[in-house]
């Protein structure tokens, strides 16, 4: 296939413009500081402790968002699968994840800060925290989270 040459400089000029217009010009954006973020409890899917901000969007309905949560030292989420797809940025800490339908701490992978994780909908996996993580999650709603075993799900037990 020949393309012609003033094609491809238009091409090519068109994507530069694309690519390198500043966000603060571009209309609806957000910008938060660290000081403006709003912690509050996480849902009540979670275990009790973990703390949540939603930056962006709303995780209950159809559409993008990002949400921060914050876990303290020891804290963990047993095998649990997500409706949708699961983009992870490990803010600070050490966030470990491992596969399956079985919690085996030997087999998570630790992932520091500054990490990236995706996960397809449906893939069962677990979490834990060995000391205080933050993670920020982005991706479409709405976003959920089904225990493997209904035991695990904190719902279910008196707060």
Do not use: C
């Not at 968002?65 to 876990?71: D, E, I």
């Not at 095998?79 to 050490?94: A, L, M």
């Not at 035991?151 to 707060?159: E, V």
């Amino acid at each position: 296939m020949k393309i012609a040459l003033p094609t491809l400089i238009a091409a090519v000029a068109v994507a530069g413009v694309a690519f390198t217009t500043p966000a603060d010009t571009m209309e609806g954006h957000t910008s938060l500081s660290p000081q403006d973020i709003k912690w509050g409890p996480a849902p009540a899917v979670l275990p009790p402790g973990a703390e949540a901000a939603v930056l962006l969007g709303d995780p209950s309905k159809e559409g993008l968002f990002v949400l921060r949560l914050k876990f303290p030292a020891g804290y963990s989420v047993g095998p649990h699968r997500h409706p949708v797809d699961e983009v992870v940025t490990v803010i600070s800490g050490t966030f470990s994840v491992g596969m399956g339908e079985t919690t085996d701490p030997r087999k998570a992978q630790p992932l520091p800060a500054g990490s990236f994780h995706a996960l397809p909908p449906g893939m069962a996996h677990y979490v834990f925290m060995e000391e205080e993580t933050v993670i920020q999650i982005s991706t479409k709603g709405p976003w959920g989270l089904t225990y493997i075993n209904p035991k695990d799900d904190p719902r279910q037990k008196s707060r």
